[in-house]
């Protein structure tokens, strides 16, 4: 076996997520009839579960032989989804030796574990192991397993520090003065906008507070150029991102922070939006996971981020495209034609119900 690369600094060793690629069943399971253990691949991970705590030791074991060169990374990862409070256990055989990690409680957020390989270059077995925290049923899945080169990892990270706020060559100068009209008057046009407004401040003289200006705050309390990562986040879904992006909601804001600053004539808000909207253009991958991108593999998780980037950004032009330069606005049409609209399209031709 060798490792697949996914990144400068990472690789994959177990692809649990895709059942055409997964090792399952080169996995020895330990008998669990008598606490109701079960563990199947499903379409996007390996699931298991058991009925009750067993009497003594893990309700889950489970080894594999893998010799596999590690030379190049300092890290083994595993990605799991372990029962509330649960206590996840990994056994790492190597040419240098036993390596043992056992992990917190876990919490209710999938996990993603770095255990350091302490100078091996080859990994001979990996046993897994979760013990019950609790009598009763209890699920939780595997996603994949991986190695990290940790170093290589902080370069590989650091690319996407290179963005700021003024994003120059792709948007209008601070001093520039918008119209605070619709571009392409798609979603709204000037009359009806007109008329927004009016409703929109009747209501704000009745209540002091209104949910666009609601949306608008969300918006201002991050920074979507601290956001941009290869991949972009599916809302607050944490199944298939990395653990280290969770929290980078660059979706939905944008086109809060648009809407308010036209109601609002405010065009701190519409250059808000707009950076929102080039902050999505730069992510390399409109899916919210590299097992969506993985080498060799046909694993989709259909268009749900596609759709949803497809959309925003093309909302923020029609509200704002005043805003982006020539560059800017045809950086991101080309975004929605090949990385958003390409994408759609085989979805939509692989799977008839879409």
Known sequence: ??????????????????????????????????????????????????????????????????????????????????????????????????????????????????????????????????????????????????????????????QWSRFDPEWAHYLQPPSYEPSFEPTYGILINREELSALRAEHAAFLQQHGDSPFIQGARRAQALVPERMIRDFVNFWTDTRYCRERDYGHFLLRHGPEAVIAGLLLRDKELLRLGARYALALAMCEHWDDGFICRFPGSTFEHRCFVRSLCVHEIALILDLTGELFTDLGREFLLRRIAEEGIGGINYITWKHEYI
Request: a negative charge.
């Open 1 to 158: 076996m060798k490792p697949t690369p996914i990144n400068l600094a990472e690789a994959i060793i177990e692809p649990f997520w895709d059942p055409q690629l997964s090792g399952l069943k080169e996995w020895r399971i330990e008998p669990g009839t008598e606490h109701g253990l079960h563990v199947s691949q499903n379409w996007c991970w390996v699931s298991f579960e058991w009925a009750r705590r067993p009497i003594k030791g893990p309700a889950l074991r489970m080894s594999r032989c893998f010799d596999v060169d590690c030379s190049g990374y300092d890290r083994l990862l595993v990605s799991v989804m372990s029962p509330a409070d649960s206590v996840f256990r990994l056994l790492v055989v190597t040419d240098l030796g036993e390596i043992t990690f056992e992990a917190p409680p876990a919490p209710a957020l999938k996990k993603e574990y770095a255990v350091d390989l302490k100078g091996a270059t080859h990994i001979h077995t990996i046993t897994l192991e979760i013990e019950a925290a609790t009598d009763g049923v209890a699920t939780g899945w595997f996603n994949w397993i991986g190695l990290q080169n940790s170093q290589l990892l902080e370069r590989y990270l650091a």
